[in-house]
């Protein structure tokens, strides 16, 4: 078995990893690189294998760093299968087609205004390559097994994160190898906890927060003292939002605290058609989350629901303290960067963060308290308050991961630590190898690493068991 780290290797963004096995070509997941100008360039690369080469696609969930890269892989000839659970698949629908028109629309804009270098700027994909690739989309529920070839298949456990996330767990013979996604918090209010893989020979585990653990402070507490303090200086909330997961959150919280009276009774608006149709969802996969059906009815009486340009745009002409809810979580595009232009010069205002700012970012800036941020092709000054709610999170922590690690029955053979910055991905590493004694690694981008194959299936073992792990190859 050979696997190459195309993606989300010392960075949390394009994560992509190619399995080759049993005569078959397997990418898991295929991801969009974010961020800094560098990373996003690699999108513009040519596929390192003919992309119909490949035999199958897995999916562990809809972000657009898992997901957003699809459409340029059916574009280039890709026409297998696109597994993912049902939650992924009708999230992915959503996702891939707003992704495809923000690109063109930006590519659009750049012509009119001569933003860019090219001439003509022309987006990444398009609409049509985006419904080309839905349509290869074949879901597959959670903890069923799904044959690829007659050794080799795969199945999808819950890793909680956003709605229909999942790990992936791969048999090759009696060989396992395991991929965790993105693993979401063990207490989530709304998405259920991560379930780890009984055992694996293999393991690929994601590090967004392997360096730290995440504040152990009540966000909605953290929310209502935000905005008392803006309102009591009659000023407003601009929220930078992620679609999906995150805008649910923050109006289950805000329903809460208008439930109690411990937010005043201002308008609240949640302008991102994309967040309104994904909260629409939740009703469709109930058994993926936690959420009653009362709680889900209070979650869409929340917030005003803003579909249209000409709603957002009249959201404007109002007075005096309100929320404005609006994508993308780290202000890379959508209809916050039009707030944002309207309000971020103003002190009485708050600029609240409730979400990770990937470097190179305009969040990341903001986080930073950058003096000016740039907005269609101008510099506007940040005068207002920037807040960021820290503890919501829907990555598990370094103690988080390290509990979902040490459930499994036996330690792997080896354990490549991925989807996190340098620093947070070698931090975890060290803290696998001092606390659980497992052979650890951070594998560098297109490193590729021969797995050994397992003649007769490994005994887990007592769990806990710290059994010594053995050596996985060298990478190239």
């Known amino acids: 078995m050979k696997l190459t780290f195309l993606g989300a290797a010392q960075t949390v963004t394009g994560s992509r990893y ?16 974010q961020g800094t100008k560098n990373l996003r360039l690699r999108n513009w690369d040519a596929l390192p294998f003919p992309a119909d080469s490949l035999d199958a696609v897995i999916l562990t969930h809809a972000h657009i760093d898992h997901c957003g890269y699809l459409p340029v892989l059916a574009r280039n000839g890709y026409r297998g299968p696109v597994y993912c659970t049902p939650g992924t698949a009708d999230l992915c629908g959503i996702m891939l087609r707003d992704s495809a028109r923000l690109q063109e629309e930006d590519a659009a804009f750049a012509n009119r205004h001569g933003f860019s270098k090219h ?47 999942a790990s992936v767990v791969l048999c090759n013979g009696h060989t396992v190898i395991a991929f965790s ?21 293999y393991l690929v585990v994601e590090s967004t927060y392997g360096d730290r653990l995440h504040d152990a402070l009540n966000p909605e507490n953290e929310l209502a003292e935000m905005f008392a303090r803006t309102f009591a200086r009659g000023g407003l909330v ?46 469709r996969h109930m058994s993926d989350h936690r959420l009653t059906v009362s709680q889900l009815h209070a979650i869409d009486h929340a917030a005003f629901m803003v579909r249209t340009v000409d709603e957002s745009k009249a959201i404007a002409s109002r007075n005096g303290p309100m929320v404005i809810i609006a994508g993308s979580g780290m202000v890379t595009g959508g209809r916050v960067l039009h707030h944002l232009s ?5 002190p009485r205002n708050t600029i609240a963060l409730v979400g990770y700012q990937a470097p190179g970012t305009r969040g990341a800036a ?46 792997p053979i080896h354990t490549f630590v991925t989807h996190g910055e340098p620093a947070a991905a070698d931090a975890l590493r060290r803290r696998i190898v001092e606390t659980l004694h497992w052979e650890c690694s951070v594998p560098e981008y297109r490193d590729s690493v021969e797995l050994a194959e397992q003649t007769v299936r490994r005994d887990p073992g007592p769990p806990g068991d710290p059994a010594p792990a053995r050596a996985a190859g060298g990478a190239s």
């Open 342 to 346: 309207l309000y971020a010069s103003d």
């Open 181 to 201: 996604g993105d693993l979401g918090r063990p207490d989530d209010p709304i998405v259920r906890a991560p379930a780890a893989p009984v055992h694996a020979d």
């Open 18 to 33: 190619l399995l080759e096995a049993a005569g078959k070509r397997v990418l898991i997941d295929c991801g969009l690189f």
């Open 238 to 283: 601009v929220m930078p939002c992620f679609a999906v997961g995150r805008a649910q959150e923050i109006l289950y919280y805000i329903a809460r605290l208008k439930q109690s009276e411990r937010m005043a009774n201002v308008p609240v608006y949640l302008d991102s058609p994309m967040a309104i149709s994904v909260t629409d969802l939740y009703r």
């Open 366 to 411: 903001l986080e930073a308290h950058a003096p000016a941020i740039k907005l269609h092709g101008d510099y506007v000054r940040v005068r207002a308050e920037v807040s960021s709610i820290t503890s919501l999170s829907a990555h598990s922590d370094y103690s988080e991961t390290l509990r979902w690690l040490a459930s499994m029955s036996c330690p």
């Open 119 to 165: 001439h003509p700027a022309l987006p990444l994909y398009t609409l049509e390559d985006a419904e080309q690739a839905l349509r290869l989309i074949a879901p597959r529920p959670f903890d069923e097994p799904v044959p690829l070839d007659a050794q080799l298949n795969f199945r999808l456990l819950p890793a909680g994160h956003i709605l229909g996330a």
